[in-house]
């Protein structure tokens, strides 16, 4: 089967704990390509509330690392410390991809690994929490795409054959699509919102 | 090669955290638009 064939239901970690669950109900996303439909996504983005949007825009990064190989932009969070994001570890978790309901996980994990789990790394804490086997099968789903990833980046660094040559040309191309999409939709809302602050001072 | 592959990464990473950051402006964008639109907003 295509990758874009592939029902989202069928993937395990798309959980009806996302904030967009409802919508991609009411638009009827049920596969994976739809998902990767950069146009029909940034259609849903415009219509959803902040929180569906963000939990959207890394549940699509994490897919596109999956089927794609695309690096995931918000990866450098991986290496931050837990202790410094004890005050935002609902943002920094959300900006993984994590659902509500996985966060509480993650932060109930911290609650009761004690003290110590503060020092380290938001990667080795996942590294822990596998090889502890205690948290929920949504949780670690996701946790196994980030270790994954991060395996393979330090791979990528770590060889200096051609092939690596060649996927890192790969993924730099990729990227710069990515930034390149963001940019003309950057530029979009910008020009909309200039258009209705000259309709409002018309209208005054 | 190696310094080559060196300066990629070191390209890659930086891209990377322009994309979050780009990821950032465009959220906030669309949320201001939302908020001066008037549009209704579900879920």
Known sequence: MEYYEIELSTIGVYTYHYAFFDMFKKYNITTLGQVLDDNLMYGIMEKCRQKSRRELCSFISLMKYKYLNIPIPNDYLLDRKIATIEYTLDDTFGSLGFPELCIKDLKNQIQNQGNEILNITIKDFFKRLISQGQCRDATRKIIEIY????????????????????????????????????????????ESLSKLEERSIGDK | MDNLIKDINK?????????????????????????KSGEIIEN
């Open chain 1, 147 to 190: 270790l994954e990833a991060s395996e393979k980046k330090n791979d990528l660094a770590s060889n200096n054959d051609y092939d690596t040559l060649k996927e890192l040309k790969i993924q730099l191309e990729n990227l710069i699509k990515i930034r390149d999409d963001l940019d003309f939709e950057i530029k979009k809302f910008k």
């Open chain 2, 11 to 35: 390209v890659l990473e930086d891209l990377k955290m322009e994309i979050a950051n780009k990821q950032i402006e465009l959220d906030d964008l669309i949320e201001e638009y939302q908020s």
